[in-house]
């Protein structure tokens, strides 16, 4: 117990030491050769060292738990009256942060007054169409997907697996069996991992942070203000309410389990890369079984962004305001409504959702050039929405397990 608690400190220590330090360094790496030409490039290695890692544990990891978890739920229509109650939940919560994306957007009016360069250029890939990112749920290939480690589909087929495993009796039970050691193994790995955390975060801020000096953050203080504020009451009122209404805990208990989860989200900027560490701490500190966790949080990693789709409504407006385009009332429907689709379609990984917001701005007739005010900030903006994101998964796995009974701590 001592032992965790003084990690989670190291890593909190670690992670506002990175901002310190990248701010403070930042403004004088050009001028230092030690600076630019050894210690940054060494912090800039530990931190990719610590995201590899984490990104090493992701496909077996999910893997094994999902099929040994689909497979100790035991019940298909289990399984069913889970996949729904989380599928609803995370539609929900999303539609809920685009709600207030937009009303901070409305409040804080990011974009106006913006002196838009003339020579404006868009950067952004074009996003996918609606009905590709549907077919790419399905696997053609389960060994390509895994080498790929494309998540929708690792669960579409770990869930096939794991729903055989009880279907084919008792050679079934013993192939779960063995998914069930390995899932505990790679558990084991995933704390090995974690003890490198504390450096990891600090290094990964700490570069962030001297890269972008606080100086850049000031023609886009209203934006990143409202896409912040945004992610900070989302938080507080939406899953503060889930835990006391469906979970009978106070919110506290919730965000303090969850800490290591949302630090590392935020300094990854990956849900996918976060997931280890979310899974470990909704199950050590929160009490959620392997069952529903290992389900429920992949899933989320992968299809729910409410920090994206909170973003995404501010993003629109911005760019909107920037661009001088009035924004009616149905267009602002229309954002509420592709901007969930996008968010879904969103990979968890860094960027994913400036690539998704090209989707929402042409849907709803807004210049698409507007993509390219919002790049040089966006990955400020990244850090927030990826901890929400994150955030926003461990609450829907919280109330899913107390919905199904299991004992949360
Ligand atoms: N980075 C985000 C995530 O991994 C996705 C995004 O760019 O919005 O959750």
């Known amino acids: 117990m001592n032992k965790r608690i003084s ?10 030491l990175g901002i310190i330090f990248g701010f403070a360094v930042g403004p004088v790496i050009p001028s230092s050769p030690v600076l630019s030409g050894y210690v940054m490039p060494f912090i800039e290695l530990v931190g990719k060292i610590f995201l590899r890692l984490l990104m090493m544990l992701i496909v077996p990891l999910v893997f094994a738990s999902l099929v040994a978890g689909a497979a100790s739920v035991g019940d298909i229509h289990k399984l069913g009256r889970i996949g729904i109650k ?16 937009l009303a901070c957007g409305n409040l804080f009016q990011p974009g106006i007054g913006m002196n838009i360069p003339a020579d404006i250029q868009a950067t952004a890939r074009e996003a996918k169409p609606l009905v590709d990112v ?3 749920i399905f696997p053609s290939n389960p060994i390509a997907s895994m080498v790929n480690a494309n998540m929708l589909q690792i669960i579409v087929f770990a869930l096939f697996f794991g729903v055989a495993c009880i279907l084919a009796g008792e050679r079934g039970k013993k192939i779960a069996d063995i998914f069930e050691s390995v899932a505990e193994v790679m558990y084991s790995v995933t704390h090995m991992v974690m003890s490198f955390a504390p450096y990891g975060v600090f290094a990964l801020i ?56 949302a630090i590392t989200a935020f300094v990854t900027r990956s849900s996918s890369g976060s997931l280890p560490v979310t899974l470990a701490n ?16 992949p899933l989320g990693a992968t299809i729910n962004m409410d ?14 305001q920037a661009f001088n385009v009035p924004l009616t009332l149905s267009m602002q429907i229309g954002i509420v409504v592709t901007a969930t689709l996008a968010s879904v379609g969103t990979a968890g990984v860094p960027g994913a959702g400036l690539i998704m917001l090209t989707l929402v701005l042409t849907s709803v007739g807004l210049p698409i050039e507007g ?7 966006d990955v400020i903006l990244d850090a927030a929405r990826t901890c929400l994101n994150v955030t926003g998964d461990t609450a829907v796995c919280a109330v899913v397990a107390a919905s199904e009974g299991d004992e949360l701590k």
């Open 86 to 101: 989380t599928l609803v939940l995370y539609f929900i919560t999303t539609a809920v942060a685009i709600v207030i994306g």
């Open 134 to 136: 549907i077919l790419d």
């Open 307 to 320: 920090g994206t789709a909170l973003y995404q409504g501010v993003c629109a407006l911005f760019v909107a």
């Open 7 to 16: 990690l989670l400190w190291k890593i909190s220590i670690g992670f506002f």
């Open 206 to 261: 700490a570069t962030t942070a001297a890269k972008f000096g606080i100086s850049i953050l000031a023609p886009f203080a209203k934006v990143i203000a409202a896409v912040y504020i945004g992610c900070i009451l989302h938080a507080i009122i939406v899953y503060s309410g889930m835990m006391i209404l469906f979970c009978k805990r106070s919110p506290m208990w919730y965000f303090r389990g969850i800490r290591e989860a």
């Open 282 to 297: 909704v199950r050590e500190n929160l009490g959620v079984s392997e069952g529903i966790s290992s389900f429920v949080l």
């Open 371 to 377: 993509i390219a005010l919002v790049a040089g900030i």
